[in-house]
């Protein structure tokens, strides 16, 4: 077997290319817990845009009115993938999905109805006549509506072949592009995936018309193996995530899917167009705004996948890094680096090491992250890229609030009542609250709200360590909703209490933020 990528046969015709296919904001917020707001829906589909994704699913628009709002917005503003928009097999989601992207450059309604024998019994209750019908009608609806129609088979793994060759058969005589044959539940085997997708192909007389596609979950495991697979079968899109992000156990990760392809071209001679360069930087996006974290062991973009402890791999290592590396972290945007930073470093090493990492911060702003960084060295025995990036993204988010955190003092632990003195400085004048609360962070957030009065819910409160050991930065994320609007803060500091004041005041100044802007269009 050889990983040498350079050497391994290349794609021979277009036949080969595998687009990739990003729901991550629509299949991906569906997991529990990870819902974004349209600023951060944007963000996310601007960057895939950027890194060569080919179609991005903005969202499900008949869901809510914040859906529908979401892929218009990410439909107005997308310049090279297909965006798509959701549609069960109704005639009303399927106009409101149409509505939605009909602003995009390449608009696509993807439409899907069940076809297993478990769901038509218990969910839809139809028969299957009944759902042959319904799939010519909505497809040939959404055809009308746009050129670019996605249909897909909920749970066609547990369908018979026969009649998913029917309901196929159909859905490519009334118009559809793209037939996605989904395994919903992450029920199939790749050996079963592979099969399924070369009998279709086989049997169906104008497979030829339409692009398959595959889209797998992970209850098994076997997320992208099975999506490969399919793509073994005769595949060309791949349904995916990134990180893995979905319902129940996720579905297959995006950049699994690139780099698997990338780096064994020797056993899949196929390509993407994603820039995998890019790779770390979306993940550590959606990481912060879904507030999941990524697992310390995650392929690819995990913290650990190019680290090294044993000493068995440092010594292989420092001889030839392909030892134990069958992919250069700069491939997928990892950056390597030989500066070991500590209290004793200088400027000169810390705007480096900042480079390194992909910032470039002005005079004023590199003496104040330089500072920042000296009195996290003084309390930590080290100091990792991670912590680094944390100080610089904490600096950067806050540099332009109105209210900053000056000084804070907090009485906590099972004597007495818990309580918070903070000190806020409002354009350079100090204002210092007292207060008591349920615990010390509830104090903390109380003698805020003395300061900056506001009606807003806290919905999220999050704590992660930035790195290991007791000494590690915590990093806070913070989520207050009013009226409708939602915003998100996030802190760093080797205090949890100090980061929690941070990130609540960070929410807080974009609150302020958003009532300017409201008031001033009200005006």
């Given at each position: 077997m050889t990983t040498d990528t350079q050497t391994a046969p290349a794609p021979t015709s277009d036949?080969?290319?595998?687009?990739?296919?990003?729901?991550?904001?629509?299949?991906?917020?569906q997991c529990p817990g990870a819902s974004m707001t349209l600023d951060e829906k944007l963000q996310v589909a601007e960057l895939l845009d950027e890194m060569g994704v080919d179609i991005i699913e903005a969202g499900f628009p008949i869901a809510s009115n914040g859906d529908f709002e979401a892929v218009v917005e990410i439909a107005k503003r997308v310049e090279n993938a297909v965006v798509a928009g959701l549609a069960r097999a109704i005639a009303g989601d399927i106009a409101r999905a149409g509505e939605a992207v009909r602003h995009a450059e390449q608009p696509r309604i993807h439409t899907f109805v069940s076809t297993s024998p478990i769901h038509l019994a218990h969910q839809m209750r139809k028969s299957e006549d009944e759902v042959v019908d319904i799939i010519q009608a909505t497809v040939a609806q959404a055809r009308n509506l746009v050129e670019d129609v996605e249909w897909s088979a909920m749970d066609a793994t547990?369908?018979?072949?026969?009649?998913?060759c029917r309901c196929v058969d159909q859905a490519i005589k009334a118009g559809a592009t793209t037939i996605n044959l989904p395994d919903t539940v992450g029920y199939a085997t790749p050996e079963e995936y592979e099969a399924m997708f070369r009998d279709i192909r086989e049997r169906v007389p104008d497979s030829d018309k339409a692009v398959f596609s595959v889209h797998c979950h992970d209850d098994l495991g076997l997320a992208v193996a099975n999506s490969l697979a399919g793509v073994k079968g005769g595949a060309r899109q791949v349904e995916c995530t990134i990180n893995?992000?979905?319902?129940?156990?996720?579905?297959?990760s995006l950049e699994e899917i690139?780099?698997?392809?990338?780096?064994?071209?020797?056993?899949?001679?196929?390509?993407?167009?994603?820039?995998?360069?890019?790779?770390?930087?979306?993940?550590?996006?959606?990481?912060?705004?879904s507030a999941f974290p990524v697992q310390y062991n995650k392929a690819i973009v995990g913290k650990n996948a190019f680290a090294h402890e044993s000493g068995i791999h440092q010594d292989g290592m420092l001889k030839n890094t392909e030892t134990y590396e069958i992919m250069r972290p700069e491939d997928v945007g990892v950056k390597e680096t030989s500066l070991v930073m500590g209290k004793h470093s200088g400027r000169h090493a810390f705007r480096e090491k900042l480079a390194s990492l992909g910032y470039e911060l002005g005079d004023n702003a590199l003496e104040d992250a330089f500072r920042r960084f000296k009195d996290l060295a003084d309390k930590k025995k080290h100091v990792f890229d991670e912590d680094i990036e944390a100080l610089v993204e904490d600096e950067?988010?806050?540099a332009g609030e109105a209210v900053k955190l000056a000084a804070l003092t907090v009485i906590a632990g099972t004597g007495g009542p818990q309580r918070a003195t903070i000190t806020l400085d409002i354009d350079g004048r100090h204002e210092t609250r007292e207060a008591s609360g349920d615990g010390p962070v509830d104090a903390i957030f109380n003698a805020i709200k003395m300061?900056?009065?506001?009606?807003?819910?806290?919905?999220?409160?999050?704590?992660?360590?930035?790195?290991?050991?007791?000494?590690?930065?915590?990093?806070?994320?913070?989520?207050l909703e009013e009226a409708g609007k939602v915003v998100t803060g996030r802190g760093a500091d080797t205090d949890t209490m100090v980061a929690s004041a941070k990130a609540y005041l960070s929410a807080v100044n974009k609150l302020t933020l958003k009532r300017e802007r409201l008031h001033a269009q009200a005006v």
């Open positions: 036949k080969d290319r595998v687009k990739i296919f990003d729901t991550t904001l629509r299949d991906g917020e547990r369908t018979s072949i026969e009649y998913l893995g992000l979905g319902e129940r156990a996720g579905n297959a690139v780099m698997a392809i990338k780096t064994r071209a020797d056993a899949m001679p196929y390509v993407t167009g994603v820039n995998s360069q890019m790779l770390m930087r979306a993940s550590r996006l959606v990481s912060a705004v950067v988010a806050t300061v900056i009065d506001h009606n807003a819910t806290l919905t999220l409160y999050q704590v992660g360590a930035v790195t290991q050991g007791t000494d590690a930065q915590a990093e806070v994320s913070v989520r």
